[in-house]
């Protein structure tokens, strides 16, 4: 199949390949034209759509999806994608039964998996741990878990582009598994049960190798006045902003709480990095303060183990840590952690400090938010998500289960009174990859999932982000009225001109890989188009079923017309053709970008 140019895709009104007739209208137009104004500053400035109070799914369930559009809908938002029989099973269960089900299931780990690739030459490398990523999103059972540590790795990032983690595999391995164990809590070799709360996660971010790595506390020392040293101040300032609670304080709905000059209270001042920094002193490889444990075989157990701490370097001294309110002028009410604290209490107390910020729950719930359902969740979404993140003591389950079982979320729709605000997301390019790899089920006969540079055509690398920022930043306002109207479109960030058409021709290319194919390989990852081959007679009927797997109904009138009438113009008898244009114009389309 040929690749595509963005001046055929997008050709004028009336020809076979004008994906959306008519121009940037509706939602996701005007999101794809954000995008491209981003690259182009020419690009059309538009108007935002006319607030539709009535859009949705008709005859929601809110306890469980009455038809096949709205279970795919769902696990669009919860999955890598749905498949046919998740479908099946979610449209059983129901959304608290199957959200119940899946945390119950064990964390599908990466790192055994990268291990056992290259285990005859003991030298596993980032490739193998790209092969384990694919095949945890296309064929995990624990979707869920996977799907939100997903989102965690790019608000608390550790990345293989820096601190020699790229020769790492088995150590970014174990921290991505990290997540998806606390997502859903687990238990351990001992038998000791690891709840699933926001502190637990925190404290083993802290204590993850590949974050000391990343953020530089690892053999990080006290600070000695003689010699004029300090501590690392590193991870100190990014837990902070990053990981708990940002830069400024907030309100339960997330929005800015104001001083009395009617300016945003800053959540901490430079002295609190310094005493954070003296918090996180004296931690190191469980092998030895100094250490280097990698082995002949370039990985070792103590590479991913948890952090030791080492008590003559650590700073026993008293810390004046957070203030709750902003003060911390001469009647400050920071809080402190005593001299003398053992190493371990030193930590966890100061990081119970910054869990029971009141910032955390609005400043993570919103992020979660914004990576599994809608970029510009109300006010009243973010505060019914921070309600529940309070009342579970920050269980990171019930606190996902709040946010994809809100009625925004299961519906589609604003409340009247927000008639700024619309509703949904840029889907992130990587994500249209394992939709059509998961719905179509695809495999190799190798039972590899071999992608080793998926950044090349899809921007994103799992675990590979340029900084501690991630691929795209939560606060990205695009170009044009969207961002005019302070509406956030953080997947934009990372689309262009450039990687629109990339992620388009891999995404074609693929179409080429299906099940039967005599130039397959054993490394070819096929997909099954059987189910769309024997419709493919009828164009109406091809796009109609497409519009049902990838777009869970919801395609509009414009864009089928389009996909048939591309589909019509080639024979009845050419049923792979048809096939395969009909999808590859569908990935590609502006609706297909944005989820909804």
Not at 40 to 60: E, F, K, N, V, Y
Not at 67 to 87: E, K, S, V, Y
């Amino acid at each position: 199949m040929r690749p595509f140019s963005l001046r055929r895709l997008f050709s004028r009104p009336g020809t076979a390949t004008a994906i959306v007739p008519g121009g940037c209208a509706g939602l996701a137009a005007l999101l794809l034209c954000a995008s491209a104004a981003q690259a182009a500053s020419t690009a059309p400035r538009l108007p935002l759509p006319p607030h539709d109070p009535t859009r949705g799914i008709p005859g929601l369930d809110l306890d469980a999806p009455v038809n096949d559009a709205q279970a795919a809908r769902f696990l669009t938002m919860a999955t890598f994608g749905p498949t046919p029989a998740a479908i099946a099973e979610l449209r059983q269960l129901g959304y608290h039964g199957w959200i119940a089900k899946q945390l119950a299931l064990p964390a599908t780990p990466m790192r055994p998996y990268v291990e056992s690739l290259d285990k005859a030459v003991k030298n596993p490398g980032q490739n193998d741990r790209m092969e384990a990523w694919f095949n945890n999103a296309i064929t995990a059972p624990d979707q869920l878990r996977q799907r939100v540590a997903w989102a965690l790795s790019q608000i608390m990032v550790v990345s293989d582009q820096f601190a020699g983690l790229n020769q790492d595999p088995i150590v970014i391995a174990e921290y991505f598994d990290m997540l998806a164990r606390d997502v859903g809590g687990w238990t351990d070799a001992n038998g000791i049960v690891h709840a699933p709360t926001f502190s637990n996660l925190i404290q083993d971010v802290t204590l993850n190798p590949a974050m000391s790595r990343m953020l530089t506390y690892l053999r990080n020392q006290k600070g000695n006045p003689k010699i004029g040293t300090s501590p690392d101040e590193n991870y100190a300032r990014e837990v902070m902003q990053l990981f708990t609670i940002g830069l400024v304080l907030l309100n339960p709905d997330g929005s800015q709480k104001l001083n009395a000059q009617g300016n945003p209270i800053p959540t901490y001042v430079p002295s609190v990095v310094s005493e954070y920094a003296r918090v996180f002193t004296g931690w190191s490889y469980a092998s030895g303060f100094n250490s280097n444990p990698a082995s002949s075989d370039n990985w070792s157990v103590a590479e991913y183990q948890p952090l030791t701490c080492y008590d003559n370097y650590h700073d026993f001294g008293a810390k004046t840590l957070l203030s709750y309110s902003g003060n911390y002028g001469a009647n400050s009410d920071a809080k402190a952690l005593p001299a003398s604290l053992s190493c371990a209490d030193d930590l966890r107390q100061g990081l119970a400090i910054l869990v029971g910020h009141p910032n955390v729950a609005p400043f993570i719930s919103r992020q979660l938010i914004e990576h599994l359902v809608t970029s510009n969740p109300t006010p009243a979404y973010i505060t019914r998500v921070t309600t529940a993140f309070n009342a579970s003591g920050g269980d990171l389950g019930q606190v996902v289960a709040a946010i994809l079982t809100d009625r925004e979320a299961l519906t589609g729709t604003i409340p009247a009174q927000y008639p700024n605000i619309v509703f949904g997301k840029a889907r992130e390019p990587l994500l249209k990859l394992t939709a059509l790899w998961r719905y179509y089920g695809a495999a190799s006969t190798s039972g590899l999932y071999t992608f080793p540079s998926p950044q090349s055509s899809y921007v994103e690398r799992p675990g590979g982000a340029s900084s501690v920022f991630n691929f795209y930043s939560p606060n990205y306002l695009p170009p044009g009225e969207l961002g005019d109207a302070g509406l956030f479109g953080p997947q934009f960030q990372i689309l262009s001109e450039s990687s629109t058409l990339s992620t388009a021709n891999d995404l074609t290319a693929r179409l080429g890989a299906y099940t039967g194919n005599t130039k397959n390989t054993a490394a070819t990852i096929a997909i099954d188009l059987t189910a769309l081959m024997a419709l493919a007679g009828d164009a109406n009927a091809l796009v109609e079923r497409v519009n049902h797997d990838l777009f869970y109904g919801q395609m509009g009138t414009a864009t089928k017309a389009s996909l048939a009438g591309a589909v019509g113009l080639m024979p009845a008898s050419d049923t792979l053709g048809r096939t395969q244009t009909a999808l590859q114009l569908a990935l590609v389309s502006p609706e297909f970008a944005i989820q909804r």
